[in-house]
């Protein structure tokens, strides 16, 4: 109130003192005003965002003995990466789980969530469990399974495939193609009821006067989905497409406790050797290169992905 | 006073009788007779005067950090540190995390420079790069300060030449060894011993059933127990396939080491040559592949996702023959309650190569130490507990927990050893720690591990040895460039 009187009764009869106070209070209120605000969030960003990695981008330009970061290296410890077969070979691995496991949860996922829209028994209860395996530690996810499908003694292994002879002379995650299935079943089992349950609240949100229109015209269900559901859950689907691409690519705890990365690397998806190469073998340089380049490759996607639903889709 | 001061009161005025009856009989008193003289210095007359609580005075009140493993052992060990602090005034925080975790995380600290612990627990495996990577206080100058040095503590006391091969760095002695992992041979007992089963392996191999003594037998062994579903085993029917073989075989595992000693070791064969080239594509080695790849015939069809803990469990459960399994694992699978099989196993040491060198006689053993981190700013007091842990005193008292493993000889004669519910079992695993090496120091170790055990999984899977380890060869030969093993130490 005091700020206002002065300022609007006063003006150019003031002290010097006090001029100075109402141009400072002026910067304030005016254009610096919101960077104040905005810099406890951007100082925390930058300490624990851009501070990381710029030390992971320094370290990836150095040559390192252990964990002590020694001469500068260059381009060496990329040159090394990109040669390095096992680096693309973990890449690959990654890409085809998610690949089929991101495709397959959604898929199912929208096909619960539409069970669930229509009402089903129970669906108060379900709704709410669907959220079950989603919560539970990856870990302790990974734990779980290994009791069921550990080899002779696992529940599912011991019970069913090996009293059926349903793998002969092999387990679930001995032989390379089982392994990876496995593993992107685990995935899908996840995340799938996750996904369902945001795609069912979507669902939910959608406004009612297009589905009577289109129930005024005749339009058939798979019509209605077609052209009212789906277009209606786009946006979301977009959002949810990019957390999943984004989580599945980290894949890391199951996958550790359930295989280590066997049988012979089949199952070494990027997180696993990057864990292997810092803390197995200690190379921090090389680490940290791949740190970068697997940035990059996001930024590029995440890129492409943000220019596609924004302009040419038009999602948002 | 406590019981245990009087007792060290008793035991340095028996240590005075001792030394004055060793000075009449040898006419001479300069020398102790063992290498814990060299490294004690007058270790005569320090052995009159010496106690842990004097010893520890000037460091009372200080806190230690330790890092180790947990395995069945060491919770059985954790209780006795309190009589440490006790008599010391030293605090210890022992801290115990699982196999990979205590690696990940001690070596870090140690690498990094970081200093979080006094005393950081490393296995054989790891010596290579924390001596690599200069984050070691070797022991030597500790064990030449009389004030320090126990005089009843003496190399020559544990058991040889495991102790050595692991504590030593050239002419350095890094460490005290502290847990002496080890594999042995085990059986179901209903099954070697039923009179069907040991007349039919009799008839099919013109021998006796018992606990095989050369890898050749534990292969015919393993064999005649592999049974398809219908067959019999013992009288019963089998509803699916029965293996007469389980061990390790996974990728993230520890089979290595049985790949090397109890294998490659055996048949004249290792990793590298004496100047540590890569060396691992010899005739010896793929002579000794041909058998292991054999073995995984008779193993479970799982057997190269099958890790450290697995095989306890399938053996606890009945549901394979025989194996080898490090026999620290075995405390938790056979004790009442914890299997219905406890009490029904038959142990063995790791058997000898029948056609092998009496000289190349090796085991898979894991020798264990915690070191001195370069970092610690408490050398001495660490140096102390360390001492203190591989006392005859605490590793007797440990033993009389029943859950223990030998690292000193005199172990091996302690009545829980050789007389209590788990003799044969302690005689198995004595056996194998007889024949027991450590690696030598090899910075790159795990690089090699990762390759080895892909390459066992791919022997044992089918791929030819000879082929599989000319590809191995390659790899190696990339990691260690001309060398494998750091040299060193003086």
């Known amino acids: ?316 | 006073m406590t019981d245990r001061s009087s007792h060290a009161r008793l035991r340095s005025l028996l240590g005075v009788v001792a030394t004055m009856a060793a000075c009449l009989a040898l006419a001479a008193c300069g020398g102790s007779g063992d290498d814990g003289g060299d490294e004690g210095g007058d270790s005569n007359v320090n052995a009159e005067n010496w106690t842990l609580a004097t010893a520890a005075e000037p460091y009372k009140g200080t806190e230690l950090r330790v890092l180790d493993e947990v395995t069945d052992l060491q919770p059985s060990f954790k209780p006795l540190i309190a009589e440490f602090e006790k008599e010391t005034g030293i605090k210890v925080s022992y801290e115990l995390e699982g196999h990979l975790d205590v690696i990940r995380k001690g070596e870090t600290d140690l690498l990094s420079g970081r200093g979080a612990y006094d005393g950081v627990m490393i296995h054989s495996t790891q010596k290579g790069r924390v001596l690599a990577a200069d984050a070691v206080t070797p022991i030597e100058e500790l064990l030449d300060n009389e004030k320090l040095k126990d005089p009843n503590v003496n190399f020559d006391d544990f058991i040889q030449p495991l102790a050595d091969d692991l504590t030593m760095f050239g002419e350095q002695r890094i460490a005290f060894p502290n847990w002496n992992y080890n594999t042995i041979w085990w059986g179901r007992k209903d099954l070697m011993e039923n009179a069907d089963e040991k007349a039919a392996f009799e008839k099919e191999f013109g021998r006796e059933l018992a606990p095989p003594k050369t890898l050749q037998e534990m292969r015919d062994i393993s064999k005649f127990f592999t049974r398809k579903k219908g067959e019999k085993l013992a009288g019963e029917t089998l509803d699916r396939e029965f293996p007469g073989f389980v061990m390790e075989g996974a990728q993230a595992g520890a089979v290595f080491g049985d790949v090397r000693y109890t294998f490659m070791n055996q048949y004249g064969g290792d990793f590298w040559d004496e100047s540590g080239k890569p060396s691992i594509d010899s005739p010896e080695n793929v002579e000794a592949m041909k058998l292991y790849q054999e073995l995984w015939d008779y193993s479970p069809a799982g057997r190269a996702e099958m890790s450290l803990i697995d095989v306890p469990v399938v053996m606890g459960e009945g549901r394979a023959a025989t194996g080898i399994v490090y026999s620290d694992f075995v405390f938790s699978v056979d004790k009442p309650g914890k299997s219905k099989y406890a009490g029904k196993f038959t142990y063995a040491p790791v058997p000898a190569n029948a056609d092998g060198d009496e000289d190349d006689r090796t085991v898979a053993t894991e020798p264990s130490m915690i070191i001195i981190s370069k970092q610690s700013e408490n050398p001495e007091a660490m140096f102390l507990f360390l001492q203190w842990m591989v006392s005859k005193e605490t590793q007797d008292r440990w033993f009389e927990g029943g859950v223990g493993m030998p690292v000193r000889k005199d172990s091996l004669n302690h009545p829980t050893v050789t007389g209590g519910e788990r003799a044969e079992f302690f005689k198995a695993a004595n056996g194998s720690l007889e024949n027991g090496a450590a690696f030598p120091a090899v910075p790159k170790l795990f690089e090699i591990i990762d390759e080895v055990n892909k390459m066992q999984q791919s022997v044992g899977q089918g791929q030819d040895p000879g082929a599989a380890l000319a590809d191995i060869q390659g790899k190696l030969e990339d990691i260690c460039g001309d060398s494998c093993i750091v040299q060193g130490g003086d």
Not at chain 1, 211 to 226: H, K, L, N
């Open chain 1, 1 to 316: 109130m005091s700020s206002v009187a002065n300022t609007g009764g006063t003006a150019g009869a003031l002290p010097p003192a006090d001029s100075l106070r109402d141009r400072i209070r002026d910067r304030i209120e005016g254009g610096a005003f919101p960077y104040i605000l905005l810099a406890p969030a951007l100082l925390t960003l930058v300490l624990v965002g851009l501070v990381p990695f710029g030390y992971t981008v320094w370290i990836s330009l150095h040559e390192t003995s252990f964990t002590t970061v020694e001469g500068w290296a260059g381009l060496a410890n990329f040159k090394e990466l990109v040669t390095d077969g096992e680096f693309w070979r973990s890449m690959g691995v990654t890409a085809l789980i998610l690949a089929v496991a991101v495709p397959i949860q959604f898929t199912v996922a929208l096909g619960f969530a539409l069970l669930l829209s229509r009402g089903v028994y129970a669906s108060r209860v379900l709704a709410p469990a669907l959220l079950i395996p989603a919560v539970i530690a990856p870990t302790v996810v990974a734990i779980v399974w290994k009791i069921m499908l550990a080899p002779s003694w696992g529940f599912l292994t011991y019970e069913f495939v090996e009293r059926f002879g349903i793998l002969s002379e092999s387990s679930i995650f001995s032989t390379k193609w089982s392994a990876v299935a496995a593993i992107i079943l685990i995935d899908v089992w996840q995340w799938t009821p996750f996904v369902a349950l945001a795609l069912f609240a979507g669902i939910q949100a959608l406004p009612l006067s297009p589905y009577r229109a289109a129930s005024v015209d005749g339009a058939s269900r798979w019509a209605t989905f077609r052209y009212i559901t789906l277009p209606g859950l786009y946006p979301l689907l977009a959002v949810l497409f990019l957390i999943r691409v984004i989580d599945t690519f980290k894949i890391f705890d199951t996958v550790f406790v359930l295989t280590g990365g066997g049988p012979q690397d089949a199952t070494q998806t990027i997180s696993i050797y990057l864990y292997k190469s810092v803390f197995d073998f200690f190379e921090l340089g090389l680490s940290a290169a791949a740190a970068v380049i697997i940035f990059i490759l996001f930024f590029i996607f995440a890129s492409i992905a943000y220019r596609l639903f924004t302009r040419t889709l038009k999602l948002f």
